[in-house]
């Protein structure tokens, strides 16, 4: 237990450190960050949109979505603050705090967790405008979707705040298995030991 709790701890200060420094950086990379999420939704608005109503933009680290009232003016419609896609930074920190990693398997995996939260990030900014449209009525809604708005809203809200954790787990589920393996050794056996006096196929799955 004595061993549990020392490591766990480590793992929360390491993740407690690396999300005071990178926190401050955020300030300075949200204008980037934010006009390459509204960069890569213009053209999705456009693939989903009939009408092509959206107009999508980037403001000092802001997005706002307008929408088109005729072929001269536009109107505000929604817009998400600064921190709207901040997920960005506790995920980087819950890699590098993450046990049993060497440097460059850490590099890969925070690598490949930061793209597939940049496209979940699309994806939700995308899908969360269009299910605005259709909860106020600017937009032709079937009867199921009338029927299911809301739950919609709440399913792709509850997958938007889960899915940062849901990225690192999946990424980092191997070192988590070498973790609790090397936990379960007795002290001064090296872990692959165990492992060799494992059962045949109890590693599977």
Known sequence: MNRLMRRVGRFFLLFALALAVLTPLWGLAVPYYGGWVVGVARPLFHAVERADVTVVDARAGEVWILRRLDEQRVTPFLY???????????LVALFLATPGLGVWRR?????????????LQVGYLVV?????YAAAGLSAAGAFLS??????????RVLWEAGPVLIWVALSACAWRR??????????VPADRVREAAPAGSERG
């Open 80 to 90: 998400f603050d600064r921190y709207t896609f901040f997920a960005l930074i506790p």
């Open 107 to 119: 590099a890969i995996r925070a690598l490949v967790g930061v793209v597939a939260l940049f496209v």
């Open 128 to 132: 969360a405008v269009e299910l605005a």
């Open 147 to 156: 029927a299911t708005l809301e739950g919609w809203q709440v399913l792709v």
């Open 179 to 188: 973790f609790w393996r090397d936990l379960r050794a007795p002290i001064g």
